[in-house]
RNA sequence: GGAGAGGUGGCUGAGUGGUCGAAAGCGGCGGUCUUGAAAACCGUUGAGGCGCGAGCCUCCGGGGGUUCGAAUCCCUCCCUCUCCGCCA
């Protein structure tokens, strides 16, 4: 959310930010509702004083022993006009937190304008594409040589988009999530944290997945609890509603998790193999921060993603993403995406995000700044660290031998018995 | 699933329908003392909103109601804890 003081003292600036990114702003109605807004609370606020000063004159005059019929019957019909006050007010109320609860985050002056992917920046490139001297398969035709990797049984449990992975392959997925905490608790100071997959409407508005993104989400309507999208739902309400001392911050937290996602709305993208599914698992990175560290906090935290594949070797590149790409909640946001030798491109397998104050006060995670004695809203960030299916797709195709068998990593191999190869 | 207890400020915890935004303690901050620190003592310290400002308003789990007036009474929902049952 947007600081709504900013909004009604800056409202073209804000309007030209957003403009940006896309979004365009109806200032006209949000003006006018701040205006209906300002007046009726103002009137509110003097018929409520008026009301409290009056029923403490009635509790003095009854400690005096006075009759105070007369005055209660008085104040008796203010109260009608205070309810009718109220309600109106809460309803302007109510109508503009509508608005800016679906009012996208503002990007980051660093992030290049454009209206969508192909505006996209490259920053850097890491690691030789590997060569084969036969041609590469994708991953799909791998696991099922292997005879690992089962969509049609899937389906028979479930339906499309999900996938059935089995003995070594299995193994060497559950390997990837291991060295990614292991790496990132040991070596880049996180926290391992193990989470709720269920959670309540507050949370996913504390993060921006609400009111907004509700199609993209599973809701289990019985309990009105929903799956979670990604750990970084869970993980950062871990901070909802909450006021850090100052020497608390950072907070660093790693998680692995399964995510849940319906991708309503991609029919026909990805059906090919496990790069769009439906349940999926990831190590996510979180951090909040004070403010003024966040974006020195997003370069360390993309560093962190970027050691994991490096350590796998896996090539990949950094991209910023230009205004029309970045999510809702974002101020901005690297994307790593690694090579893929059976789609010959490179796809995203992380996404790294500094949202600075915008989930902070949608959730009210706060900290007391020393210098002002207050509660302010504390940067979150967010990346993955990263996708853990597509890290086995990366592996699967980066390291297959053209024999039908995929060699196994040697950072990941102290998780798999010492296992130099699958097939 | 059954029975009971409870949700109050950063934390713990009092609170008879009427100066209760709320005692007390802890913590924080400032000061006295000290070479420094600790202890002790004194003072100070909730959050959000409106207003240039004096100031005003809201908030005692959420929502609704009763009343001139609600932390306090009523309804409802949510959550936590204890005991019993069931269970990975």
Same mark, same amino acid.
């Given at each position: 959310?947007?600081?709504?003081?900013?909004?009604?003292?800056?409202?073209?600036?804000m309007a030209?930010?957003?403009?940006?990114? =896309?979004f365009?702003?109806? %200032?006209?109605?949000l003006?006018?509702?701040?205006?209906e807004?300002?007046?009726?609370?103002?009137?509110?606020?003097?018929?409520?004083?008026?009301r409290?000063?009056?029923s403490?004159?009635?509790g003095?005059?009854k400690?005096?022993?006075?009759?105070?019929? $007369?005055?209660?019957a008085?104040v008796?019909?203010?109260?009608d006009?205070?309810?009718?006050?109220?309600?109106?007010? *809460?309803r302007?109320?109510a109508?503009?937190?509508?608005?800016l609860?679906?009012?996208?985050?503002?990007?980051?002056?660093?992030?290049?304008?454009g209206?969508?992917?192909?505006?996209n920046?490259?920053?850097?490139?890491?690691?030789?594409?590997p060569?084969?001297?036969?041609?590469?398969?994708?991953?799909?035709?791998?696991?099922?040589?292997?005879?690992?990797?089962?969509f049609?049984?899937?389906?028979?449990i479930?339906?499309?988009?999900?996938?059935?992975?089995? !003995?070594?392959?299995?193994?060497?997925?559950?390997?990837?999530?291991?060295?990614?905490?292991? @790496?990132?608790? =040991?070596?880049?100071?996180?926290?391992e944290?193990?989470?709720? +997959?269920?959670?309540?409407s507050?949370?996913?508005?504390?993060?921006?997945?609400?009111?907004?993104?509700?199609?993209?989400? +599973?809701?289990v309507?019985?309990q009105?609890?929903?799956?979670?999208?990604?750990?970084?739902? $869970?993980v950062?309400n871990? =901070?909802?509603?909450?006021?850090?001392?100052?020497?608390?911050?950072?907070?660093? +937290?790693?998680?692995?998790?399964?995510c849940?996602?319906?991708?309503? !709305?991609?029919?026909?993208?990805?059906t090919?193999?496990m790069?769009?599914?439906?349940?999926?698992?990831?190590?996510e990175?979180?951090q909040?921060?004070?403010?003024?560290?966040?974006?020195?906090?997003?370069?360390?935290?993309?560093?962190?993603a970027?050691?994991?594949?490096?350590?796998?070797? @896996?090539?990949?590149?950094?991209?910023?993403?230009? %205004?029309?790409?970045?999510?809702?909640?974002?101020a901005?946001?690297?994307?790593?995406?690694?090579?893929?030798p059976?789609?010959?491109?490179y796809?995203e397998?992380?996404?790294?995000?500094?949202?600075?104050?915008?989930?902070?006060?949608r959730?009210?995670?706060?900290?007391?700044? $020393?210098?002002?004695?207050?509660?302010?809203?504390?940067?979150? @960030?967010n990346?993955? =660290?990263?996708?853990?299916?597509r890290?086995?797709? *990366?592996?699967m195709?980066n390291?297959?031998d !053209?024999? !039908?068998?995929?060699?196994v990593?040697?950072?990941?191999?102290?998780?798999?018995?010492?296992?130099?190869?699958?097939g």
């Amino acid at each position: 959310m947007l600081d709504p003081r900013r909004l009604r003292n800056e409202l073209p600036n804000m309007a030209s930010q957003l403009a940006r990114r =896309g979004f365009t702003l109806d %200032t006209e109605r949000l003006s006018q509702l701040e205006a209906e807004r300002k007046h009726i609370q103002v009137r509110t606020q003097e018929l409520q004083t008026e009301r409290n000063a009056r029923s403490k004159g009635i509790g003095k005059a009854k400690a005096a022993g006075e009759d105070i019929a $007369p005055q209660r019957a008085e104040v008796s019909r203010l109260g009608d006009q205070l309810r009718e006050a109220e309600s109106g007010l *809460a309803r302007i109320q109510a109508e503009l937190d509508q608005i800016l609860l679906e009012i996208p985050n503002i990007p980051h002056e660093s992030v290049p304008v454009g209206k969508d992917e192909s505006a996209n920046a490259e920053m850097r490139r890491w690691g030789e594409l590997p060569h084969f001297d036969f041609e590469p398969k994708d991953h799909v035709d791998l696991g099922a040589d292997l005879g690992m990797l089962d969509f049609d049984t899937a389906a028979k449990i479930s339906g499309s988009r999900f996938a059935l992975i089995s !003995g070594p392959l299995a193994t060497l997925h559950r390997a990837l999530i291991q060295f990614m905490l292991n @790496l990132h608790t =040991g070596q880049h100071g996180y926290e391992e944290v193990y989470v709720p +997959f269920l959670v309540n409407s507050a949370s996913l508005r504390g993060t921006g997945q609400l009111p907004k993104f509700k199609a993209d989400l +599973f809701h289990v309507a019985e309990q009105d609890y929903y799956l979670i999208p990604t750990a970084e739902v $869970p993980v950062t309400n871990i =901070g909802r509603d909450h006021i850090f001392a100052a020497e608390e911050l950072p907070r660093r +937290f790693v998680c692995h998790t399964p995510c849940f996602r319906s991708e309503a !709305g991609s029919y026909g993208k990805d059906t090919r193999g496990m790069i769009r599914q439906h349940q999926f698992e990831k190590v996510e990175l979180v951090q909040l921060v004070k403010p003024e560290n966040s974006y020195e906090a997003l370069e360390a935290l993309t560093s962190h993603a970027e050691k994991v594949l490096q350590l796998l070797g @896996l090539p990949y590149r950094v991209v910023t993403l230009c %205004t029309g790409d970045l999510g809702f909640s974002a101020a901005k946001t690297y994307d790593l995406e690694v090579w893929l030798p059976g789609q010959r491109r490179y796809r995203e397998i992380s996404s790294c995000s500094n949202f600075e104050d915008f989930q902070s006060r949608r959730m009210k995670a706060r900290w007391r700044n $020393p210098e002002t004695g207050k509660p302010e809203p504390v940067h979150t @960030l967010n990346g993955s =660290g990263v996708a853990v299916g597509r890290a086995l797709v *990366a592996v699967m195709e980066n390291y297959q031998d !053209g024999k !039908g068998r995929v060699r196994v990593p040697e950072a990941l191999r102290p998780y798999v018995s010492d296992r130099e190869v699958i097939g």
